[in-house]
């Protein structure tokens, strides 16, 4: 166990949709990151938050967004959801910019699925 | 950029070693992880790199060569349990994301 925890563990929806992912870092932690992984894509990084504040955005699409609350979790909202959006969506959680070692620990990942 | 190659499967024998290597592009980089994950769970860390040489942890080692460009994840005495996926992944030295490999498959036989 990890100790980052994502809510909802399963997901199914239909095309046009709109649903939101939730993240809870580990105590303690102020980095949140969101990652992608399809079959034919890998392991694919969207965005990182830190401290409430984005840091850096890899490949998401303008259909989706994210944010990061006060008291730390994180929350990905996809919406207009296509077929080629089912996935499984992993939340990684480290302990901020300080430190050499920003050691990503990841959740159970939730896996969307959309028909 | 930090394109990251490693190999797309690996068989051995229980008890064997397996060596899994990665090459990056050098520019921006700085650290080299290795994550284990096992079909439908979330990927587990298994290693840090960000000097040069060797890092032994148990049954797992791994070692970076930043001029190369080159990392490798060794499995000592291989068990049914090490049957999962590989990832390498580079972390960009001014955001901290971390771009992963596609993972290489290993699959212990008895």
């Known amino acids: 166990d990890s100790g980052v925890t994502q809510t909802p563990k399963h997901l199914i929806t239909a095309t046009g949709q709109r649903v939101t992912l939730r993240c809870s870092p580990r105590?303690?932690?102020?980095?949140v990151y969101w990652y992608q992984q399809s079959l034919d894509q890998g392991l694919q990084f969207l965005i990182q938050?830190?401290?409430?504040?984005?840091?850096a955005k890899g490949n998401i699409l303008e259909r989706f967004s994210a944010q990061q609350f006060p008291d730390l979790h994180s929350e990905l909202n996809l919406s207009s959801l296509e077929l080629g959006d089912s996935a499984l969506y992993f939340c990684?959680?480290?302990?901020?910019?300080?430190?050499?070692?920003?050691?990503?620990?990841f959740g159970p990942g939730t896996r969307l699925l959309v028909l | 950029g930090q394109n990251i190659d490693q190999p797309t499967e690996m068989t051995a024998t229980e008890g064997a070693i397996v060596q899994i290597n990665c090459t990056y592009q050098?520019?921006?980089?700085?650290?080299l992880f290795w994550y284990q994950q096992h079909a439908g769970e979330a990927p587990t860390f298994l290693s840090y790199?960000?000097?040069?040489g060797l890092e032994e942890k148990g049954r797992f080692s791994s070692f970076l060569s930043r001029s190369k460009g080159y990392s490798y994840l060794l499995l000592k005495e291989l068990q049914m349990k090490d049957s999962a996926s590989y990832l390498c992944a580079g972390r960009g030295s001014n955001d901290y994301k971390l771009s992963f490999g596609a993972g290489t498959t290993v699959t212990v036989r008895a």
């Open positions: 790199n960000v000097l040069d």
């Open positions: 105590s303690g932690d102020l980095s």
């Open positions: 990684a959680s480290s302990g901020g910019l300080a430190g050499i070692q920003e050691t990503q620990y």
């Open positions: 050098t520019s921006g980089f700085n650290g």
């Open positions: 938050y830190y401290n409430g504040e984005e840091r």
